[in-house]
């Protein structure tokens, strides 16, 4: 499986997202700290860094960002929400959002280590699209490690989306609703990418 190894504070800066989206609230870069962009930039350049933006939060590739895109487009709906919901709606970055990991690159890890079920069902697929009244869960074998109670202790303070429940005694966490265009907290101008797409 293919991996995105990029440095996470430079591609950041270079994105213009906060490390703290991507789950890494100390981590920042002064590498070409004062370099500032002198040209305006293009509208296809625009369209592009939106893209690469969304790819990079979610871990995503080129070949499977696509078939997000396609798929999108053919939902009913706005093709732009339709595609921030699908990436949304990834079982790594529930797991992520839930608590169990700190960034979405661990859950990625943790979810391929096939240490959670859903519904009762193992599941290490990172990209399986989990719906309303599912159930997330650790295994039953990796209640024991302790990296999992370290985890969701350090991210008590932070909230658990609306469309997601989780319960911190019983590590288990449930989807509630499907999440919409609101719960995406980091800004984002989807319209430019499927424009991009568009051409």
């Given at each position: 499986m293919a991996k995105n190894t990029q440095p996470i504070a430079k591609r950041c800066k270079a994105l213009g997202i906060s490390p703290a989206v991507m789950g890494y609230n100390k981590?920042?870069?002064?590498?070409?700290?004062?370099?500032?962009?002198?040209?305006k930039k293009s509208e296809?350049?625009?369209?592009?860094?939106?893209?690469?933006?969304?790819?990079?939060?979610?871990?995503?590739l080129e070949k499977q960002f696509l078939g997000y895109y396609e798929k999108a487009?053919?939902?009913?709906?706005?093709?732009?929400?339709?595609?921030?919901?699908?990436?949304?709606?990834?079982?790594?970055?529930?797991?992520?959002?839930?608590?169990?990991?700190?960034?979405?690159?661990?859950?990625?890890?943790?979810?391929?280590?096939?240490?959670?079920?859903v519904n009762?069902?193992?599941?290490?697929?990172?990209?399986?699209?989990?719906?309303?009244?599912?159930?997330?869960?650790?295994?039953e074998s990796s209640r024991k490690i302790e990296r999992f109670k370290e985890n969701v202790e350090a991210n008590s303070s932070i909230a658990?989306?609306?469309?997601?429940?989780?319960?911190?005694?019983?590590?288990?966490?449930?989807?509630v609703a499907a999440p919409t265009r609101e719960d995406i907290e980091f800004p984002v101008e989807e319209h430019l990418i499927i424009e991009l797409y568009s051409k």
């Open positions: 981590k920042e870069t002064t590498r070409n700290s004062n370099t500032q962009t002198r040209r296809y350049a625009t369209q592009l860094q939106e893209k690469q933006k969304v790819k990079f939060i979610y871990g995503v487009i053919r939902m009913p709906g706005k093709a732009g929400d339709n595609l921030l919901t699908q990436l949304e709606s990834r079982l790594d970055n529930v797991v992520f959002r839930l608590g169990y990991a700190t960034t979405r690159r661990e859950a990625r890890q943790l979810v391929n280590h096939g240490h959670f079920t009762g069902k193992k599941v290490n697929i990172p990209s399986y699209q989990v719906k309303p009244g599912m159930v997330i869960e650790l295994k658990v989306p609306r469309w997601l429940e989780f319960d911190p005694n019983t590590m288990v966490g449930k989807v």
